[in-house]
């Protein structure tokens, strides 16, 4: 895939696992400066059940947090769980001084509230930013604790583009994992928003219109070169699992070999904003710990929270 960006003018390849590990040795840093104070991070993992995939992204975040410096508390509970009893440990979690960030990793069990267990868990603990007190404030403007796909996709294209003011982003998708919270951002970041789905009339046409294209449908490869404009910057949140030729391949939303050859710049899959996904976290796992600390997310060198409007903002 890199071998392929290199032999084509024009289309960058955007590099997740090495801005991952940028993000990563700034958390390090932070961490190692909390430390001085007698404060170490603390995230808790909470799994339901045995989906084997599930397992691999758990495993994937201790290792991460570990690298860090983050305590990490894993919680296995059986697919059988009841919502009470992952509600009384979500209630635990919240007293525990030791856990920083809490992470009730989705989906859950059919037979479980899903919104239930997320409002459960104490906003200054929700390191997914999923609770409806930074959902609420995401939408407003206020500094609160994002979810960590669309902050890593920000950081991307502030990495990529620079300033985003004026630029017009299509985010296809409108989940509140993704699409809608990545809408909030990009709106924060003074861009044109348009948010595209499964009932958008004349999709491709309106998503040729982008100066920025974030792809989070979920559908293998749905995003091709007809889709974009020359030129365009593509983020690429998708990773599905397809078989091709025999073999188990993860593929993204947008259709790599077709996109790259009119991209200015893209994401590819994996490597892309998987990586960023786990470094957003452990992030927001030290953001959480200053605000309950009542430090300022200024404290450490880097603010860590998502960006409150710039003086420039009106309601305009
Ligand atoms: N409460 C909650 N929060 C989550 O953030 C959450 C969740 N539930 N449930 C599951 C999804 C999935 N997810 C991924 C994170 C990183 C990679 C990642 O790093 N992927 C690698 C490839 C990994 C591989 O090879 O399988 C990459 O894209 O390069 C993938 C998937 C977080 N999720």
Redesign the pocket.
Known sequence: MSGLSQTLPGARLID??AAAAQVLAEVRADVLALQAQQLTPGLAVVLVGEDPA?H??VR?KVLRANEVGINSFEYRLLADSSEQEVLDLVQQLNQEAQVNGI?????LPAHIDENKVLQAIDPRKDV?G?HSENVGGLSQGREVLAP??PAGCMRLLHDHCGDLSGKHAVVVGRSN?VGKPMAALLLQAHCSVTVLHSRSVNAAALCRQADIVVAAVGRPRMIGADWLKPGAVVIDVG?NRIEEDGRSR?VGDVDFDSAVQVAAAITP???????M??AM?MRNTVTATLLQQGLAPDHLSRHSLSPAPTAGQTGA
Not at 103 to 107: C, D, M, R, S, T
Not at 269 to 275: E, I, M, R, W, Y
């Open positions: 997740g696992k599930s691999v992204y994937n992470l009730v990793q989705l989906p997914d999923f960590c796909t994992i990773i993860l899959v994996p490597g892309g904003v998987g990586p996904t786990i976290l």
